[in-house]
C-alpha cells in the first residue's frame, strides 16, 4: 500500500467511529476531496478500496465515472483522421 493511502486509511480509521453511520458516506467523500485538494493523485489512493467500505464507496463515487469518461471518449474512434 502506498503511503498515501496508508495516511488516509490511518486518518480514517482514528474519525470514523465517531461519524454517525448515516453521515460517513458523505464525509468519506469530503475527506477524500480535501486530501485531493492537497495534491494527492486519485490513482495513488486507490489502494484505499480494500481498507474500508465507507472509503471504497466514496472513492467509487469520486473517480469511477473520470474512468467512464475517459473509455467514453475513446469510443468509436477508428484512428483515422480523414
Known amino acids: ?3 498515501e493511502s ?3 486509511v490511518e486518518l480514517w480509521d482514528l474519525v470514523r467511529d465517531s461519524i454517525p453511520a448515516s453521515q460517513r458516506l458523505d464525509v468519506a467523500i469530503s475527506f477524500l476531496k480535501t486530501f485531493e485538494e492537497y495534491g494527492f ?3 495513488d ?3 484505499i478500496t480494500d481498507e474500508d ?3 471504497k464507496r466514496a ?3 469520486l473517480y469511477h465515472e473520470d474512468d467512464e ?3 467514453d471518449d475513446d469510443y468509436g474512434y477508428d484512428g483515422d483522421d480523414d
Do not use: A, G, R
Request: glycine share 0%.
Open 41 to 43: 493523485d486519485s490513482k
Open 69 to 71: 469518461e475517459e473509455e
Open 53 to 55: 467500505l465507507y472509503l
Open 6 to 8: 496508508m495516511m488516509i
Open 45 to 47: 489512493m486507490q489502494d
Open 1 to 3: 500500500m502506498k503511503q
Open 59 to 61: 472513492y467509487d463515487d
